[in-house]
């Protein structure tokens, strides 16, 4: 059984940091590509940050220099270091594994305070 579990939301004043974890388990996890996503409400979600297998990694435009992804194989967890955080970054954030087949986290709610 698949899950991915996340981690490290909450509320924050803006131009504060949080630091997303994402716990992996049922997945080789080195194998798959992994994602950070967030949806507000009545929108699409929207991807935040991803990291491939290799250690690509791949930022939405409005979080460029802001947020950092990264993995540890050997843990099975991906995190997303949020820096600098604006009342626009409130979202629920997901975790996401790619590979074959897509997997969703529960999402973990950020909000932001101006």
């Known amino acids: 059984q698949v899950q991915l579990a996340e981690s490290g939301g909450g509320l924050v004043q803006a131009g504060g940091s949080l630091r997303l974890s994402c716990a992996a388990s049922?997945?080789?996890?080195?194998?798959?590509?992994m994602g950070w996503y967030r949806q507000a409400p009545g929108k699409q979600r929207e991807l935040v940050a991803s990291?491939?297998?290799?250690?690509?990694?791949n930022y939405a435009d409005s979080v460029k220099g802001r947020f950092t992804i990264s993995r540890d194989n050997a843990r099975s967890t991906v995190y997303l270091q949020m820096n600098s955080l604006k009342p626009e970054d409130t979202n629920v954030y997901y975790c996401?594994?790619?590979?074959?087949?897509?997997?969703w986290g529960q999402g973990t709610q950020v909000t932001v305070s101006s």
């Open positions: 049922g997945i080789i996890f080195s194998r798959n590509s």
């Open positions: 996401n594994a790619k590979r074959m087949y897509t997997y």
């Open positions: 990291i491939t297998s290799g250690g690509t990694t």
